[in-house]
């Protein structure tokens, strides 16, 4: 369990990258733990679209925004630190037309199989997602979710306590990595 926990505690938001290739066969892993995720009434509503080779990254990336709570020029990655990855979450509405819940359990599980690796992630909601989906060939009856980016971190990035009255936007120490500020346990816990 410590190493489970020591996994979670550091998997955190990455939005700069190596540019470094990901294996497949952990690329393999990130969609089989995406697949094993609980769904509800075991619907299995999700599907996925892989992207990768630089220039279909680039037309991915250019319909997506980044770290809302920074200025641009902190929180938009550079030419040389793009994902070298993205899956997109689509939503089958003939299966599940409400599946949010069923794309979060994927998605967390995406997110720590790649961190297991080494691969940080970003989840990316802040999209063109009317573009996307017609990039992408999405039918009717399915509605792009998100868009999460992967590559090796080319930053750190921790936690750090949130004391009451304090900003709980991340922001970036003086070496640009994030500080994540995190409320205490008994600040988002009441036992009834």
């Not at 599940?96 to 995406?110: E, K, S, V």
């Not at 792009?144 to 750090?160: D, E, N, R």
Request: glycine share 6%.
């Amino acid at each position: 369990m410590e190493n489970l926990m020591e996994l979670l505690a550091t998997r955190r938001t990455y939005r700069r990258f190596e540019q470094r290739k990901i294996d497949p066969s952990i690329v393999d892993e990130i969609l089989i733990a995406a697949r094993l995720a609980s769904s509800a009434a075991n619907r299995q509503p999700l599907s996925y679209i892989i992207i990768e080779g630089t220039n279909k990254v680039e037309q991915v990336f250019e319909y997506t925004r980044w770290a809302g709570a920074l200025p641009p020029e902190q929180g938009q990655p550079r030419e040389d630190e793009h994902p070298v990855l993205f899956i997109a979450v689509v939503e089958n509405t003939d299966i599940n037309p409400d599946c949010d819940t069923d794309a979060g359990l994927a998605i967390g599980n995406m997110t720590l199989a790649a961190w297991n690796h080494g691969v940080g992630s970003c989840i990316i909601g802040a999209c063109d997602k009317e573009k996307l989906s017609e990039l992408f060939g999405l039918t009717e009856n399915q509605k792009l979710h998100t868009v999460v980016a992967f590559g090796y971190p080319s930053v750190k990035s921790y936690v750090v306590p949130l004391e009451k009255g304090e900003d709980f936007k991340y922001y970036l120490d003086d070496d640009r990595d994030y500080v994540v500020p995190k409320r205490k346990l008994a600040d988002v816990v009441t036992y009834f």
